[in-house]
């Protein structure tokens, strides 16, 4: 073991004299903890940047002052958001962190010194400290993914269709939620403008269940579609989802409603003006 300090603040000198092997002996020991999932090469480079914003901290600590983290948890919070896109668990993340203990307590071992052993001991609360903010910002991070794949998905369920010149079709599956709702009337108002339809058709065939809330959310849709200059349609009315209606006593007023697609669809044609005839005797 190398001793190259000054005796107020020997762990300091300790980590800049040998730099180099202790970066080499914490990226071993990362890699061996992460069981293969980083190579040292992927490593190496991020435990040497941090290793160099980390020492000066160590120096400010050791002489009493007030270090400046800055530096330290701007690098662990790109470091954390970038395992939480690759895939690794918090415990992966932060091993990184705490794997650097272990290789300082290796240098120190053997040395009975009781100021650098205090010295040693502030260095562990400090990687704790890092360590946990680690465990913030994966947190964090995480759920920002999982808020923007969200989001996302409500978007990709809730697709606004041009079916006709001036016909529009809202398919909707699943749960319909306020959140949702607030997308449908969003993409469907934007959708009414940049194409000049007046006639959407709003279809419920694919929602699991029709329930009093679930109607609220389709009449605000179907009122903010009118204030806009455009009718609407509700179709998919089921007959399980038709006597489940009565039974809640649930009022659609002047609000066209349709068994299925097909016959909203032939109702907006009508009105558009267009009608729809089988051809008589067409084979296949």
């Not at 071993?28 to 020492?55: K, M, N, P």
């Not at 910002?137 to 794949?149: C, G, H, L, P, T």
């Not at 007046?198 to 694919?206: P, R, W």
């Not at 697609?261 to 009508?270: G, K, M, N, P, Q």
Request: charged share 25%; hydrophobic share 45%.
């Amino acid at each position: 073991m190398t001793a190259d300090a000054e005796p107020v603040h020997r762990l300091a000198g300790l980590l800049r004299a040998n730099g180099d092997t202790l970066v080499r002996r914490w990226v071993d020991t990362a890699v061996e903890e992460l069981r293969g999932r980083s190579t040292g090469q992927e490593l190496e480079r991020d435990f040497r940047e941090f290793y160099t914003a980390l020492t000066p901290v160590v120096e400010e600590t050791a002489r009493g002052g007030a270090a400046d983290l800055g530096e330290l948890k701007s690098l662990l919070e790109e470091y954390s958001r970038t395992r939480v896109k690759q895939g690794f668990t918090p415990s992966e993340t932060a091993v990184s962190v705490f794997s650097l203990k272990r290789v300082v307590f290796e240098l120190t071992e053997s040395d009975d010194d009781p100021k650098l052993f205090r010295e040693v001991l502030a260095f562990s609360s400090l990687l704790d400290g890092l360590g946990l903010f680690t465990f913030e910002i994966y947190a964090r991070a995480r759920e920002e993914i999982i808020n923007e794949q969200s989001e996302q998905l409500l978007e990709l369920t809730t697709p606004v269709v041009k079916i006709w010149e001036g016909v529009l079709a809202v398919p909707l599956v699943g749960t319909l939620d306020s959140a949702r709702t607030q997308v449908v009337m969003e993409k469907l108002l934007e959708a009414l403008i940049e194409t000049g339809s007046d006639q959407a058709i709003i279809d419920i065939t694919g929602v699991l269940a029709v329930d009093t809330q679930v109607a609220q959310h389709l009449l605000k849709t179907v009122v903010a579609a009118r204030l806009m200059g455009a009718e609407c349609v509700v179709s998919g009315i089921r007959p399980q989802i038709a006597q489940t209606i009565v039974a809640l006593g649930i009022e659609f007023g002047d609000i066209v409603t349709k068994a299925s697609l097909a016959d909203a669809l032939r109702h907006a044609l009508r009105r558009e003006g267009v009608d729809v005839v089988r051809q008589a005797g067409r084979t296949g």
